[in-house]
Each structure stands twice: as structure tokens, then as C-alpha cells.
């Protein structure tokens, strides 16, 4: 009797460890697809998008999760402003893209002219900040005679506020075409974090490590390729699950897309998102071979990253009706989860929250669950703004890369992935 109570929990274990390495296993590879260079970082370089869309259908294609009125995409168009290429030569030494520098992604074309360097003066700014009157009259002396000038900022922490301010002024202060052949130069102590832009704008704008600012700096060359598009078209991929019964749907959502390649530098994007794309994925995968109460809507979102457009255009054109939408759950930022998971929104939708806190006890997913507010940071919050209730969940903990291009699929460990799909399994069967 022992020994074979033995034999079974020893299976039974076996067979728990399996299940495990196989969720894991289907994340890795999914992770490890959606990071790799054929995807150039999911922007809109080398249509790294375009093709991780196709990659994800074809998943829910081979799982046979169905598509909406015959289609898994939903294409839309968007503006963006691409950076091609970027490259910037101080003192003699080659910088490298998304380590050593950024552009602003708003940034123009152009070529690399010699000229006259401006420096500014961070003593004397700080100082002028004390009244909007010395502001105005350090900014008309900063900028009378700067004419044609590289400026560049010397290592200093401002507010950020304060410097757009600053910014606003310059672009202000000099026409179009004195902008057009100058660039500012802003050194900083800062993690570099990059972004997107749907615009260009007049001046442009290179962020560096403060550690190549010296005070004789030689502006050897830079060079900036982009490419501004009014039109460019991207699609949301959308599949579905029918549920025991119909009268209302689930909703998991993740947003695909990342910040894309610029010139040989690839955002790889694991954390953010391949990980919750490769979550939701598994998520689909599961309720294939089990079939779900409800039935379940699974949505990768494009152009995140470009200010939540791929879920905006969703509720403005919906395929499924919004108010039949039970609970929607968002994943952004699945590769962690050594310190738990935060979700926003569990300080609004409370009960749910209880429900979750409670299974986590019970079971032990998680080290934490923590609670936060509402906030419009990911692509719950289109769906949120039109009452449809919601949730957004990120794992805490990690190496904390973030919109650069150390966040690899090497660099992610996917911790606790099974345990919190196991957890949200649980939730939505209470739902
Ligand atoms: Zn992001």
C-alpha cells in the first residue's frame, strides 16, 4: 500500500514536472522566436512587425484557435516617424546605438557639418530657474548669437520639465532653417531608454553617456537616416475559442510589437513583450485542450510602443461586442516574477482581486500580488476608458532592462511563467 501510494506520488510529481517543462518550453521557444534577428526588434524596420503578425497567426493557426469573420488580422494605418540609422564619432571613438547613445526618435535626416560648439551653462541655468523672469531673460541671452551652433549640455540632472521648457524656447527662438543643419548634445548620467515618435520635429537631438562629455569635446561626425511615414500599415492578430457557452467572453491581450533596429542595433524586446505575447500564446494553447466555460478572445497587439494605438484602434473598431466582455487581462512584462506580480486596476475591480489573493494563497503561485490603482500604461486602458472591466498584469523583479537593447531572451528566466498562467487559469474559471 505504501509503496504504492509511493510509486503513484512519485508519478504523480513526475508528471506535475512535465507540465511544467513543457509550458516553459513553448514560452522559451516563442521568446527565443519573437527576440531573434529576423524579427529586427518588431518595429517598423525591415518590417519586423509585418512578420512577427504572420508568426503569431500562423501559432494560433497550428493550435487551431480560430480567426474573427475569416481573418486573424486587423490591419490599420498609423504615422511613425522611422529611425533608419544613427551614428555619432566624439573624440576620435565610434559610439554604439542604445548603449553609448540615443536620437530622439522624432529626429530629421542629416549629415554631419562642422561647426562652432555652444556650451551650455548649467550653473547659470540652474540659478535662472529661480523666477520665470531670470528664466526668460537666461534664455534670450543663451540664445542671441548661437546662431549655427552645436549645442551641447554638459553632464547635469535637470527636471525634465524644465528642460523641455528649454527646448520649447530654442525651437522657438530660431527659424526652421537655423535648426535644420545643428543638433543639441545632452550628456547625462541617465539609463538610456528609447522610444518612438509619430512626428518629426525641427531640431535634433542626441542623448550620450556622460562618460564621453570632456571639456575640449570634438564632434568628429554623425549621420541620422530616417524616414517619416503618414501611412504605415500594421495589424492587430486576433483568435478565438468557443466556450461551453456564449452569453459572455473572456479577453487576453498582449502587445507583440517592440521598438524595432536601428542601423545595426536590434531592440530585442523580451521582457517587453515577447513574454507576455508568448503568455497569452500559452494561454491560447491551454484552452485548446481544455475547453474554456466562455468563450475566450486572444488579441496581440501592433504600435504599443507608439502610444497604444493597435488597442485604441480595437475599441474605436470592434470585432466583438465590448459589453459582453466579462473580464479582459493584459499581460506586458511576463519574464520575471521573483518578487510577484503587480497589477493595475486591482484597486478598482477589488472583488477580483480578492478571488486571485485568494487562490494565491491557497496555492502558493506567487510571492506577492500587489495592488495599484488605475493607470493608462499598456493596453487594458482603451478598453478600461470604455467600461469594460480589466486588468493589467507585469511581473516585478528581473534584471530590469527596459526599452534597450540588453533586454534579450537570455536575460529573462521566465520564472514564475507557469505558475501565474496556473493562476489565472484558476481566476478565470472563477469568473
Ligand atoms: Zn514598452
Known amino acids: 500500500m505504501q509503496k504504492h501510494f509511493l510509486v503513484f506520488i512519485g508519478f504523480f510529481l513526475s508528471f506535475l514536472g512535465n507540465a511544467q517543462n513543457i509550458d516553459k518550453q513553448y514560452a522559451r521557444k516563442i521568446v527565443d522566436e519573437l527576440t531573434s534577428e529576423k524579427f529586427s526588434g ?47 564619432k566624439l573624440n576620435g571613438k565610434n559610439l554604439v546605438y542604445g548603449i553609448d547613445f540615443l536620437v530622439d526618435p522624432s529626429s530629421n535626416g542629416q549629415i554631419f557639418q562642422q561647426k562652432e560648439i555652444y556650451n551650455f551653462n548649467p550653473k547659470n541655468y540652474q540659478k535662472a530657474l529661480e523666477s520665470e523672469k531670470s528664466f526668460q531673460e537666461f534664455i534670450y541671452q543663451d540664445m542671441v548669437g548661437q546662431h549655427q551652433k552645436h549645442i551641447v549640455f554638459p553632464p ?15 525651437a522657438n527662438f530660431y527659424r526652421p532653417e537655423e535648426n535644420k543643419d545643428r543638433a543639441i548634445f545632452y550628456f547625462s548620467k541617465e539609463k538610456l531608454t528609447a522610444s518612438l515618435s509619430q512626428q518629426p520635429k525641427e531640431i535634433n537631438r542626441f542623448f550620450i553617456k556622460d562618460h564621453y562629455y570632456s571639456e575640449n569635446l570634438k564632434i568628429d ?16 492578430v486576433i483568435g478565438f475559442i468557443p466556450g461551453k457557452n456564449s452569453d459572455s467572453l473572456v479577453v ?8 524595432g533596429k536601428v542601423g545595426n542595433t536590434i531592440f530585442p524586446g523580451a521582457n517587453d513583450n515577447a513574454s507576455g505575447t508568448a503568455f497569452m500564446l500559452s494561454m491560447a494553447k491551454h484552452y485548446t485542450e481544455n475547453q474554456p466555460e466562455h468563450d475566450m478572445v486572444f488579441i496581440a497587439f501592433a504600435a504599443e510602443e507608439a ?18 466582455i466579462k473580464f479582459l487581462l493584459n499581460f ?57 472591466p480589466s486588468f493589467f498584469i507585469y511581473t516585478l523583479g528581473g534584471k530590469g532592462h527596459y526599452h534597450d537593447p540588453l533586454d534579450t531572451g537570455e536575460s529573462i528566466d521566465l520564472i514564475e511563467f507557469h505558475d501565474i498562467q496556473h493562476l489565472f487559469i484558476q481566476f478565470i474559471d472563477q469568473l
Open 252 to 259: 487576453i491581450t498582449a502587445h507583440y510589437d517592440h521598438l
Open 221 to 236: 561626425h554623425y549621420q541620422i537616416e530616417s524616414e517619416f511615414n503618414p501611412a504605415y500599415k500594421v495589424s492587430n
Open 307 to 324: 502610444g497604444l494605438l493597435g488597442s485604441q484602434y480595437f475599441v474605436d473598431n470592434p470585432l466583438i461586442d465590448l459589453n459582453k
Open 332 to 388: 506586458d512584462i511576463m519574464g520575471a516574477g521573483e518578487e510577484g506580480i503587480q497589477i493595475v486596476n486591482s484597486a478598482i475591480f477589488t472583488k477580483e482581486y480578492d478571488v486571485l489573493n485568494e487562490i494565491n494563497s491557497q496555492h502558493q503561485y506567487v510571492k506577492q500580488i500587489k495592488k495599484r490603482g488605475e493607470a493608462c500604461n499598456s493596453d487594458h486602458c482603451p478598453f478600461y476608458l470604455k467600461g469594460v
Open 42 to 88: 518588431r518595429g517598423y524596420v525591415d518590417d519586423g512587425m509585418r512578420k512577427s503578425a504572420e508568426f503569431i497567426a500562423e501559432e494560433f493557426q497550428k493550435m487551431s484557435v480560430q480567426p474573427l469573420n475569416n481573418s486573424y488580422f486587423q490591419e490599420f494605418e498609423m504615422s511613425i516617424n522611422i529611425i533608419q540609422k544613427a551614428e555619432l
Open 156 to 170: 547635469h540632472h535637470f527636471e525634465v520639465d524644465s528642460l523641455n521648457q528649454y527646448y520649447k524656447h530654442w
